[in-house]
């Protein structure tokens, strides 16, 4: 009787073990566990590198006679239409068309909410965007048969470009991201002009005259843009982006003076030339987002 028990009572719980693990078979199969929920695409802090083209705008150097003079050496010589014929002839600009290669890194931090993405960031960009670029002119003095000539060259060159910027953007699908930027752009700037004046005719004139001024600064001003950005892989994005920056102008000023072939101061007058530092830069990179 006592072995028919333990028997039957063995029995049941081996049964009873045995749908439980069918059972919790069953459930497995039946109701897995859910996934986490992805992370949002643009959140958080990431870093890159970026390189492409930079090219700046019209008429970046302009030129402006300030003053003249005439210091007439004997009575009768018409030496006022000197000076007036000087301040003629100079160019009225010089069309530098700065252009050529810049790159560098950035390192950036984002928020995200729903479709918005916002943030800031910060680039450092090494360039050699330069130009340069000749004017001449001449002027007949009044009751003359002489001519005044004036012949110049202007120069430009970005030698690099720093941003801390702001960051908009709406994320249309998870992996692409369209943003405006704007903010804060220092930069080195290098400028130099040169100009030369001979007369020609008649004129007891010395030899011509040649001047120069240059200048190099960092420079600070705002820069404007937009972007696109596309997550290719995971943590992995490329992107296009295009700015405009502004680092505001300076004068570089030179003066000449032509004597007689005496020689004693005969004309001339100042020129102050004032060059504008703005442009536009398109690049392309890859960012890594932690």
Not at 154 to 180: C, E, F, H, N
Request: glycine share 14%.
């Amino acid at each position: 009787m006592r072995n028919k028990l333990i028997f039957s009572l063995s029995g049941a719980a081996f049964s009873f073990a045995a749908s439980g693990f069918a059972i919790a078979a069953d459930m497995a199969v039946k109701a897995p566990l859910p996934a986490p929920a992805p992370a949002n695409t643009w959140a958080g802090w990431y870093v890159g590198g970026n390189a492409g083209y930079g090219w700046g705008t019209t008429d970046e150097m302009q030129n402006q006679v300030t003053s003249t003079f005439c210091a007439p050496f004997f009575a009768g010589s018409g030496c006022p239409a000197f000076g007036s014929a000087f301040g003629s002839a100079v160019p009225d600009s010089f069309n530098a068309k700065p252009k050529g290669f810049i790159g560098g890194g950035e390192v950036g931090y984002s928020l995200q909410n729903g479709m918005s993405v916002y943030g800031w960031e910060a680039d450092f960009q090494g360039a050699d965007i330069k130009g340069s670029a000749s004017g001449a002119s001449f002027a007949v003095p009044a009751g003359t048969v002489n001519t005044v000539n004036v012949a110049g060259t202007g120069s430009q060159k970005l030698d690099w470009l720093g941003t801390v910027r702001g960051r908009l953007g709406l994320s249309l699908w998870p992996s692409a991201l369209l943003y405006a930027t704007a903010g804060f752009a220092y930069g080195q700037v290098k400028s130099s002009v040169t100009f030369s004046e001979s007369v020609g005719g008649p004129c007891a004139c010395g030899p011509f005259q040649t001047t120069a001024a240059s200048l190099s600064q960092t420079r600070a001003g705002w820069v404007i843009g937009c972007g696109t950005e596309w997550m290719f892989a995971p943590r992995w994005s490329f992107r296009t982006e295009t700015l405009f920056y502004d680092l505001g102008s300076a004068n570089l000023n030179t003066a000449i003076t032509q004597s007689n072939s005496t020689p004693i101061p005969f004309f001339g007058g100042t020129i102050q030339t004032t060059a504008h530092y703005d442009g536009f830069i398109s690049t392309a990179g890859l960012n890594y987002y932690f």
